[in-house]
C-alpha cells in the first residue's frame, strides 16, 4: 500500500510516525530489545505524548533473524502468524555496547546503531545484505477519507468486507542495492522480476491472465542472496521499489508487523532455510511423475468414455498413468456430496476396479464448499460444521455452486467429518485428491476457535489441504499422498502438488504459466503443473503441440480443459507429416518424460530434503550469472537439463546457454555456452540440453536403466 507522495510528502489523510532513533537497548536471551521513539529525544519534556515503537530482534534458526515492530502491543494481532518451525537447539547471541547492540545467529547478523538516525543493518561474511535506515519503520494512522486505502487487489465482491477502511498500518522497508532483483511472492502471473511491481499477498480466483493469484506468499528472495519472509496471514502489500524506488516496502493492517531475514548466500541456500523454517516439500509417488489424463470440467462422460479415452491412448501407444474424474462425477448442484453420480456411474466400485486393473491411478476432484442440495448440508449444519456470520447464521452464497456453505476447518469435528467423505472415496478406489478451490473466503465470518478473520482468508486453504492430505498420508502411507490442489498459502508447498490454475489456450497464456511457476519454485514450492494446451478455449493444434512439450517436461504433467476433450488425436486433421501429429509428439515426450523418471525422482527427493525445486528458475541454479536474471521463458529441469519451451507455431524460440559444454539431447552435439541460440523448431524437438558432467539416470520401455552424460 503506498502512503507516501513523492519523496517529501504522504499522501492526504496520511499520518505517518517513524522511529528516529534507537533510544535503549537490552539484549538478554538471545532476544535484542530496542525502543524507538518517534522523534529525536533532546529533553525530558520530549518524552511526553510521543509514540514509540518497539522492535525485537530473536533468531528461531540459524542464518535466519526475526524483526518483530509493535505500536500498542495489547492490539498487535499475534493471530496472523503462520505456524513455523524453530529450531529448538539453536542459541542466538545478543549483545549490547556503546554503539548498539548486534544479534548474531550464524550466517546472519543484525547490528543496530545506537541513536539517530534509525540504522538496522543485516550482515554476513561478505558484506551487508539489506539495511533499514531512515523512514523505513513506521506506524501509519490513515483517515477514513484517505485516497490510500482504496480496494488495493480489484473487486471480486468477497476479498475483504470492509477492509479497505483499516485505520492503522505497520510498515517496514529495506534497501535494494544496485542491479538487486526480486523474485517469489508466489505463484505471481506478470513480470518474473518484481521490482517496479505492487503485490497485494491475497489469494484470488481470477485466472492466470490477471494480476491475482491462486497462491499468494509473503516471502521475496533477493539474487544478492537473502529471502525475507513477512510472518503475517492477512493481506501484505508489498512495494518492491514502486513507491520508494530504493526500496521493498511491505506494509499490513494493525499496530504489529514481524518479518524474518533469511540468509543465503546462495538463492538454493535462502530455499533451504526458508523449507527449513516453513515446512519441506513432501514426497511424492514416482507414479505420480506420469501423464495424467482428466475428462475435463463441463464435457459429458461416462465409464464408457472414459474407456474410450483410455482405449484411445494405448491403441496410439501413449502411455498414461493417471486418469482424473473432474467435478461431474458428482451430480450437479450437489458438491460437494462425495456421491458419483447414479445415472452416470451406476458401479464406481467396480469401476475403479476395472481402472486400476488396467494399470491405472484414479484421480477425483473436491472442493471445500457444501451445496444446499448437497446431503452433507443438513449434517454440517445441525452438528456445527458450517462456518457462520457474527449473528450465529450459517454463511451461504451461490457463487459456484447455489447455497453452497464453507466447512469451518477451525473445528477438529467438522475437519473429521470432511475427512470421514475423503476417506471413503479413498477405500473406493481413488488414490489422489484434486483439491480444487480455496481462495474465495470472505472475511467478517466467525470461526469455531475464534480465529482471526482476515487470517482465515489465507489460512483456510492449509487447513483444507491438510486435512485432505492427511487422509492420504494415513490411507497411501508417506511417499504415496499426492493432492492437486490450486490454491495455498506459506507452507503449502509441504503437500505438493499444485498446479497453475484457470489458463487460457494460447502461446501468451503458456508463457505467463510458465512464469507463475517459476515465481512459485523461488516461493518455496518443489512440485508444479499447468493445465497441457490451456483450460480455457480450444486450443489451435499448433499452441496444443507445443505446450505438449513443455507439459511433458514440467515437474508434473495433465491434459484437462474446460469445455472439451484433451485426449490428442482431437488436435488432428489426419494430414500431419509423420512425427509432427499431435499424437506423435504426446507419444514421443510422453515417453521422453518416462524414460526421465529416474532422474525425475532423484530431483523429488531432493526437493524433499533441501527445498530445491523440481523446475528451477536459471538464476537458482547460475546466480553468479548475470545474464539469468531476467530469464522467464526457459528453465533447468532438476539440476542438469535445460529446457526452453517453444512459444510459436512457427517453431522459432531464442535462448540463453550459460558458460560450459552443454550436449543436445536429441542429436548429442556438443557446444559451448555463454550466450543467446535462435533456433527453429519442428514439433517432435525442443530445446533440450544436458549440462558439462552430468549423468542423467534413465529408464527403458523394459525397464532397464541405463546412464545419459553430458
Not at 518479518?259 to 513432501?282: H, K, M, Q, S
Not at 484411445?312 to 474424474?325: A, K, S, T
Not at 470432511?418 to 472415496?425: E, N, S, T
Not at 486450443?539 to 485426449?567: C, E, I, M, Q
Given at each position: 500500500?503506498k502512503?507516501?507522495?513523492?519523496?517529501?510528502q504522504?499522501?492526504?489523510?496520511?499520518?505517518?510516525?517513524?522511529?528516529?532513533?534507537?533510544?535503549?537497548?537490552?539484549?538478554?536471551?538471545?532476544e535484542?530489545?530496542v525502543?524507538a521513539?518517534?522523534r529525536?529525544?533532546?529533553?525530558?519534556?520530549?518524552t511526553l505524548?510521543?509514540?514509540?515503537l518497539?522492535v525485537?530482534?530473536?533468531?528461531?534458526a540459524e542464518?535466519v533473524?526475526?524483526?518483530?515492530?509493535?505500536?500498542h502491543?495489547?492490539?498487535?494481532?499475534?493471530?496472523?502468524?503462520f505456524?513455523?518451525?524453530?529450531?529448538?537447539?539453536?542459541?542466538?547471541?545478543?549483545?549490547?555496547?556503546d554503539?548498539?547492540?548486534?544479534?548474531?545467529?550464524g550466517?546472519?547478523?543484525?547490528r543496530i546503531?545506537r541513536?539517530?538516525?534509525?540504522?538496522?543493518?543485516f550482515?554476513?561474511?561478505?558484506?551487508v545484505?539489506?539495511t533499514?535506515g531512515?523512514?523505513?519503520?513506521?506506524s501509519?494512522a490513515?483517515?477514513s477519507?484517505?485516497a490510500v486505502v482504496a480496494?488495493?487487489?480489484?473487486?471480486?465482491?468477497?476479498?475483504?468486507?470492509?477492509?479497505?477502511?483499516a485505520?492503522?498500518?505497520i510498515h517496514?522497508?529495506?534497501?535494494?542495492?544496485?542491479g538487486?532483483l526480486i523474485?517469489g511472492?508466489?505463484?505471481?502471473?506478470?513480470?518474473?522480476?518484481?521490482?517496479?511491481?505492487t503485490?497485494?499477498?491475497?489469494?484470488?480466483d481470477g485466472?492466470?491472465?490477471?494480476?491475482?493469484?491462486?497462491?499468494s506468499?509473503?516471502?521475496y528472495?533477493s539474487?544478492r542472496g537473502?529471502?525475507?519472509?513477512v510472518?503475517?496471514a492477512?493481506?501484505?502489500s508489498?512495494?518492491?521499489g514502486s513507491?520508494a524506488?530504493?526500496?521493498?516496502?511491505?506494509s499490513?493492517a494493525?499496530?504489529r508487523?514481524?518479518f524474518?531475514?533469511i540468509?543465503?548466500?546462495?538463492?538454493?541456500?535462502?530455499?533451504d532455510?526458508?523449507?527449513?523454517?516453513?515446512?519441506?516439500?513432501?514426497?511424492?509417488?514416482d507414479?505420480?511423475?506420469?501423464?495424467?489424463?482428466?475428462t475435463?470440467?463441463t464435457?459429458d462422460?461416462d465409464?464408457a468414455?472414459v474407456n474410450?479415452?483410455?482405449?484411445?491412448?494405448?491403441?496410439r501407444?501413449?502411455p498414461?498413468e493417471?486418469f482424473?474424474?473432474?467435478?461431474?462425477?458428482?451430480?450437479?448442484?450437489?458438491w460437494?456430496?462425495?456421491?458419483w453420480d447414479?445415472?452416470?456411474f451406476p458401479?464406481p466400485?467396480?469401476?475403479?476396479a476395472r481402472?486400476?486393473?488396467?494399470?491405472?491411478?484414479?484421480?477425483?476432484?473436491?472442493?471445500?464448499?457444501?451445496a444446499?442440495?448437497?446431503?452433507?448440508f443438513?449434517?454440517g449444519?445441525?452438528h456445527?460444521?458450517?462456518?457462520?456470520r457474527?449473528d450465529?447464521?450459517?454463511f451461504?452464497?451461490?457463487?459456484?455452486q447455489?447455497?453452497m456453505?464453507?466447512?469451518d476447518f477451525?473445528?477438529?469435528?467438522?475437519?473429521?467429518?470432511?475427512?470421514?467423505?475423503?476417506?471413503?472415496?479413498?477405500?473406493?478406489?481413488?488414490?489422489?485428491?484434486?483439491?480444487?478451490?480455496?481462495?474465495?473466503?470472505?472475511?467478517g465470518?466467525?470461526?469455531h476457535d475464534g480465529s482471526?478473520?482476515?487470517?482465515?482468508h489465507?489460512?483456510?486453504t492449509?487447513?483444507?489441504n491438510?486435512?485432505?492430505?492427511?487422509?492420504?498420508?494415513?490411507e497411501?502411507?508417506?511417499?504415496?499422498?499426492?493432492?492437486?490442489?490450486?490454491?495455498?498459502?506459506t507452507?503449502?508447498?509441504?503437500?505438493p502438488?499444485?498446479?497453475g490454475?484457470?489458463?487460457?489456450?494460447?502461446?501468451?497464456?503458456?508463457?505467463?504459466?510458465?512464469?507463475?511457476?517459476?515465481s512459485?519454485?523461488?516461493?518455496?514450492f518443489g512440485?508444479?503443473?499447468?493445465?497441457i494446451?490451456?483450460?480455457?478455449?480450444?486450443p489451435?493444434?499448433?499452441v496444443?503441440?507445443?505446450?505438449?512439450a513443455?507439459?511433458l517436461?514440467?515437474?508434473h504433467?495433465?491434459?484437462h480443459g474446460?469445455?472439451?476433450?484433451?485426449v490428442?488425436?482431437a488436435f488432428?486433421?489426419?494430414?500431419?507429416?509423420p512425427?509432427?501429429?499431435?499424437?506423435?509428439v504426446?507419444r514421443?515426450?510422453?515417453?521422453?518424460?518416462?524414460?526421465l523418471?529416474?532422474y525425475?525422482?532423484?530431483?523429488?527427493?531432493?526437493?524433499?530434503?533441501?527445498g530445491?525445486?523440481?523446475?528451477?528458475?536459471?538464476?537458482?541454479?547460475?546466480?553468479?550469472?548475470?545474464?539469468a536474471g531476467?530469464?522467464?521463458?526457459?528453465?533447468?529441469?532438476?539440476?542438469?537439463?535445460?529446457v526452453?519451451?517453444?512459444?510459436?507455431?512457427?517453431?522459432?524460440?531464442?535462448?540463453y546457454?550459460?558458460?560450459?559444454?552443454?550436449?543436445?539431447?536429441?542429436?548429442?552435439?556438443?557446444v559451448?555456452?555463454?550466450?543467446?541460440?535462435?533456433?527453429?523448431?519442428?514439433f517432435?524437438t525442443v530445446p533440450?540440453?544436458?549440462r558439462?558432467?552430468?549423468?542423467?539416470?534413465?529408464?527403458?520401455e523394459?525397464g532397464?536403466?541405463?546412464?545419459?552424460r553430458?
Amino acid at each position: 500500500m503506498k502512503f507516501t507522495d513523492g519523496f517529501w510528502q504522504l499522501r492526504p489523510g496520511v499520518d505517518a510516525l517513524y522511529a528516529q532513533e534507537a533510544r535503549d537497548l537490552t539484549a538478554q536471551e538471545g532476544e535484542l530489545t530496542v525502543w524507538a521513539p518517534t522523534r529525536v529525544i533532546a529533553s525530558r519534556g520530549d518524552t511526553l505524548n510521543r509514540p514509540m515503537l518497539t522492535v525485537s530482534l530473536a533468531s528461531p534458526a540459524e542464518g535466519v533473524i526475526r524483526v518483530r515492530i509493535e505500536h500498542h502491543r495489547g492490539a498487535a494481532g499475534a493471530g496472523r502468524a503462520f505456524a513455523l518451525d524453530a529450531d529448538p537447539a539453536h542459541r542466538a547471541e545478543a549483545r549490547v555496547d556503546d554503539d548498539g547492540g548486534v544479534l548474531d545467529a550464524g550466517a546472519l547478523w543484525a547490528r543496530i546503531r545506537r541513536g539517530a538516525p534509525w540504522e538496522l543493518s543485516f550482515e554476513h561474511d561478505g558484506g551487508v545484505y539489506t539495511t533499514s535506515g531512515h523512514r523505513s519503520i513506521g506506524s501509519i494512522a490513515l483517515a477514513s477519507h484517505a485516497a490510500v486505502v482504496a480496494e488495493p487487489v480489484g473487486s471480486d465482491g468477497i476479498s475483504r468486507e470492509g477492509k479497505a477502511e483499516a485505520a492503522n498500518y505497520i510498515h517496514a522497508q529495506l534497501s535494494l542495492d544496485v542491479g538487486e532483483l526480486i523474485y517469489g511472492l508466489g505463484e505471481r502471473f506478470g513480470p518474473f522480476v518484481k521490482n517496479g511491481q505492487t503485490v497485494d499477498v491475497w489469494n484470488s480466483d481470477g485466472g492466470t491472465s490477471s494480476e491475482q493469484s491462486y497462491k499468494s506468499i509473503p516471502f521475496y528472495l533477493s539474487n544478492r542472496g537473502y529471502g525475507v519472509l513477512v510472518n503475517d496471514a492477512g493481506h501484505v502489500s508489498f512495494e518492491v521499489g514502486s513507491e520508494a524506488v530504493e526500496q521493498v516496502q511491505f506494509s499490513v493492517a494493525g499496530e504489529r508487523l514481524e518479518f524474518f531475514v533469511i540468509a543465503g548466500p546462495t538463492p538454493a541456500e535462502v530455499l533451504d532455510r526458508y523449507t527449513r523454517l516453513t515446512g519441506r516439500p513432501a514426497r511424492v509417488p514416482d507414479w505420480s511423475y506420469g501423464l495424467w489424463l482428466s475428462t475435463s470440467f463441463t464435457t459429458d462422460y461416462d465409464e464408457a468414455t472414459v474407456n474410450g479415452f483410455i482405449d484411445g491412448m494405448d491403441q496410439r501407444d501413449i502411455p498414461l498413468e493417471v486418469f482424473h474424474f473432474d467435478c461431474f462425477w458428482m451430480r450437479e448442484f450437489h458438491w460437494t456430496d462425495f456421491e458419483w453420480d447414479p445415472a452416470v456411474f451406476p458401479d464406481p466400485e467396480g469401476m475403479l476396479a476395472r481402472l486400476h486393473e488396467r494399470g491405472l491411478r484414479v484421480s477425483t476432484w473436491v472442493n471445500p464448499y457444501i451445496a444446499q442440495r448437497s446431503r452433507l448440508f443438513d449434517e454440517g449444519m445441525e452438528h456445527g460444521y458450517l462456518v457462520r456470520r457474527p449473528d450465529g447464521s450459517v454463511f451461504q452464497w451461490d457463487l459456484w455452486q447455489a447455497g453452497m456453505a464453507l466447512v469451518d476447518f477451525t473445528n477438529p469435528e467438522a475437519t473429521a467429518w470432511f475427512q470421514g467423505y475423503i476417506r471413503r472415496l479413498l477405500r473406493q478406489g481413488v488414490d489422489a485428491v484434486k483439491t480444487d478451490f480455496g481462495e474465495r473466503i470472505p472475511t467478517g465470518l466467525a470461526w469455531h476457535d475464534g480465529s482471526d478473520a482476515e487470517a482465515m482468508h489465507h489460512r483456510y486453504t492449509h487447513l483444507y489441504n491438510r486435512a485432505v492430505f492427511d487422509v492420504l498420508v494415513e490411507e497411501r502411507g508417506e511417499g504415496e499422498a499426492v493432492l492437486f490442489a490450486r490454491s495455498a498459502t506459506t507452507g503449502g508447498q509441504s503437500m505438493p502438488v499444485h498446479w497453475g490454475g484457470d489458463n487460457s489456450s494460447s502461446f501468451v497464456s503458456m508463457a505467463e504459466s510458465l512464469r507463475g511457476g517459476l515465481s512459485l519454485a523461488l516461493s518455496g514450492f518443489g512440485f508444479w503443473s499447468h493445465d497441457i494446451g490451456g483450460f480455457e478455449g480450444d486450443p489451435d493444434p499448433a499452441v496444443f503441440k507445443r505446450w505438449l512439450a513443455f507439459g511433458l517436461l514440467s515437474s508434473h504433467s495433465r491434459l484437462h480443459g474446460s469445455t472439451n476433450y484433451r485426449v490428442p488425436w482431437a488436435f488432428d486433421t489426419g494430414g500431419e507429416e509423420p512425427g509432427q501429429s499431435a499424437v506423435d509428439v504426446a507419444r514421443a515426450f510422453t515417453k521422453l518424460k518416462r524414460s526421465l523418471r529416474p532422474y525425475l525422482v532423484a530431483a523429488g527427493e531432493e526437493a524433499h530434503r533441501s527445498g530445491r525445486p523440481i523446475m528451477r528458475p536459471m538464476v537458482l541454479e547460475f546466480p553468479d550469472d548475470p545474464a539469468a536474471g531476467h530469464l522467464d521463458r526457459q528453465y533447468m529441469l532438476g539440476p542438469d537439463l535445460l529446457v526452453a519451451p517453444v512459444f510459436t507455431a512457427a517453431g522459432d524460440v531464442e535462448y540463453y546457454l550459460p558458460r560450459g559444454r552443454w550436449t543436445n539431447w536429441f542429436t548429442r552435439e556438443q557446444v559451448q555456452g555463454g550466450g543467446w541460440r535462435r533456433e527453429t523448431h519442428a514439433f517432435d524437438t525442443v530445446p533440450l540440453w544436458i549440462r558439462e558432467g552430468a549423468v542423467i539416470p534413465v529408464s527403458g520401455e523394459d525397464g532397464v536403466r541405463s546412464e545419459v552424460r553430458g
